[in-house]
């Protein structure tokens, strides 16, 4: 396949979430025209932050965002570790600039919708990324040496053709299904409740500068500052046999509540003082690429959905869109090779990453005297091993 940079052959992008949006700056960076279709009709973000790791801060600086980003996200000063029970704090580590001194980037807390906003002005700034809203990836076909892509919207059906495709359209990826891998994700028997704090409603003594952390039998907390401390993101995760009925939606602060029964005062009030919630059922399921022939692949949630206990999900999406890029930088005459060499160089560290995320699940929730060992073996040793045991996640260059 003849892909050449300069001749700007086109790769479609389906699905401009935070995994898409990336790869289309990253992709056009390196001289391709991409066609981002997303099936929503307007872009709408979740009400709720994310954290964004040195792994892929780096990334989006180095797409020229970082001053955007800068903008609208919290450096958190540091991290605190909590036992839920008695609020003793097991674990403390700097972030902030101890984490630019270590990683040579930044660690930020980004309201998502402030994170969408940065990445989609830039791709509606970049020439040469073309986004189409309201379209829903419903075939896809090989067609030469290229593919060929049906969708579906408001307008009707339409057909295009481009020299690649990558699917990045989320845990429940329809291209994944379309190129191979009908099986559905997992659930993991675990719902995060999310909610937005304004500041003025922020339980007195929790910082707007740090980040939280507090472990429990069955549940765990979450909670840090966006938007310049205005706002506190909060998620409780519990653990439920059963997902939720349609997988998402709102939550009863009632049958949350009993969660925390028997949580320290400070944890109680956080869980208590959102007015409303959102809830997720935690899915996720083996890492896979496609199958590894033609000028097709998968970015993002579609190829390794995690758990978030990591905080990595959408951080993983980024290395990728920076992976794929660099692949197709090196190989600009032979796509199919370009992107079997993306996936080899993701599919351990991806793999990695979404078993690491499972094994801290596990240890949040500990009940009894392991998790009393757990507490023990944290507070034995310290906050720098917080950050540090990460090393091999937050140091990674593309
Ligand atoms: C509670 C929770 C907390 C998290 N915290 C963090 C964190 O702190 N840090 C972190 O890095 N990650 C975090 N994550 C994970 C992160 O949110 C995801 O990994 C990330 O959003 C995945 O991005 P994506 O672009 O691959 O998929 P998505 O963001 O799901 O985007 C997929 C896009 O594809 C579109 N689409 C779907 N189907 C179609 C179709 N058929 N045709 C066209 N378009 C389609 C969708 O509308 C959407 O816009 C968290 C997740 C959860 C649940």
């Given at each position: 396949m003849t892909g050449s940079p300069a001749g700007r052959c086109t790769v479609i992008v389906a699905g401009a979430g935070i995994g898409g949006l990336t790869a289309a700056l990253a992709l056009s960076r390196v001289g391709f025209q991409v066609r981002l279709l997303e099936r929503a009709a307007a872009f709408e973000a979740v009400g709720a932050g994310i954290q964004i790791t040195p792994n892929a801060s780096r990334i989006l600086v180095g797409l020229g965002l970082g001053e955007a980003l800068a903008r609208v996200a919290v450096t958190p000063e540091g991290m605190?570790?909590?036992?839920?029970?008695?609020?003793?704090?097991?674990?403390?580590?700097?972030?902030?600039?101890?984490?630019?001194?270590?990683?040579?980037?930044?660690?930020?807390?980004?309201?998502?919708?402030?994170?969408?906003?940065?990445?989609?002005?830039?791709?509606?700034?970049?020439?040469?990324?073309?986004?189409?809203?309201?379209?829903?990836?419903?075939?896809?076909a090989r067609d030469g040496d290229g593919v060929m892509v049906t969708t579906d919207g408001p307008a009707g059906r339409s057909v295009e053709h481009a020299a690649a495709l990558v699917g990045s359209d989320g845990l429940w990826s329809a291209t994944r299904g379309l190129i191979g891998d009908a099986a559905p994700p997992a659930y993991r028997g675990r719902?995060?409740?999310?909610?937005?704090?304004?500041?003025?409603?922020?339980?007195?003594?929790?910082?707007?500068?740090?980040?939280?952390?507090?472990?429990?039998?069955?549940?765990?907390?979450?909670?840090?500052?966006?938007?310049?401390g205005d706002a506190l993101n909060l998620v409780a995760v519990?653990?439920?046999?059963?997902?939720?009925?349609?997988?998402?939606?709102?939550?009863?602060?009632?049958?949350?509540?009993?969660?925390?029964?028997?949580?320290?005062?400070?944890?109680?009030?956080?869980?208590?003082?959102?007015?409303?919630?959102?809830?997720?059922?935690?899915?996720?399921?083996?890492?896979?690429?496609?199958?590894?022939?033609?000028p097709m692949t998968l970015l993002g949630d579609a190829v390794h959905p995690m758990l978030p206990f990591l905080a990595q999900g959408g951080a993983m999406a980024i290395e990728d869109?920076?992976?794929?890029?660099?692949?197709?930088?090196?190989?600009?005459?032979?796509?199919?090779?370009?992107?079997?060499?993306?996936?080899?160089?993701?599919?351990?560290?991806?793999?990695?990453?979404?078993?690491?995320?499972?094994?801290?699940?596990?240890?949040?929730?500990?009940?009894?005297?392991?998790?009393?060992?757990?507490?023990?073996?944290?507070?034995?040793?310290?906050?720098?091993?917080?950050?540090?045991?990460?090393?091999?996640?937050?140091?990674?260059?593309?």
């Open positions: 605190d570790v909590r036992a839920g029970g008695d609020g003793r704090v097991l674990a403390t580590a700097e972030l902030g600039a101890a984490i630019e001194a270590r990683y040579g980037a930044p660690w930020w807390a980004v309201h998502r919708a402030d994170l969408q906003a940065v990445l989609v002005e830039a791709a509606a700034r970049d020439p040469g990324i073309g986004i189409a809203m309201g379209r829903t990836i419903e075939a896809v719902t995060a409740w999310r909610a937005m704090l304004p500041r003025a409603r922020v339980p007195k003594g929790i910082s707007d500068r740090r980040l939280g952390l507090w472990l429990g039998p069955g549940a765990h907390l979450v909670h840090y500052p966006v938007r310049s519990v653990t439920d046999p059963v997902p939720r009925a349609g997988w998402s939606g709102t939550g009863d602060r009632a049958a949350l509540l009993p969660r925390f029964k028997g949580w320290t005062g400070q944890a109680r009030a956080l869980v208590e003082a959102p007015d409303s919630w959102m809830t997720w059922s935690l899915a996720d399921r083996e890492t896979w690429f496609g199958p590894g022939q033609g869109a920076a992976v794929l890029a660099k692949a197709l930088t090196a190989l600009p005459d032979d796509l199919d090779a370009a992107f079997r060499a993306y996936e080899r160089a993701r599919r351990e560290r991806v793999a990695a990453v979404q078993r690491g995320a499972r094994a801290n699940g596990r240890i949040y929730h500990l009940e009894g005297p392991i998790a009393w060992a757990r507490d023990a073996a944290m507070r034995l040793a310290g906050g720098r091993q917080l950050v540090a045991r990460y090393d091999w996640i937050y140091r990674f260059q593309a």
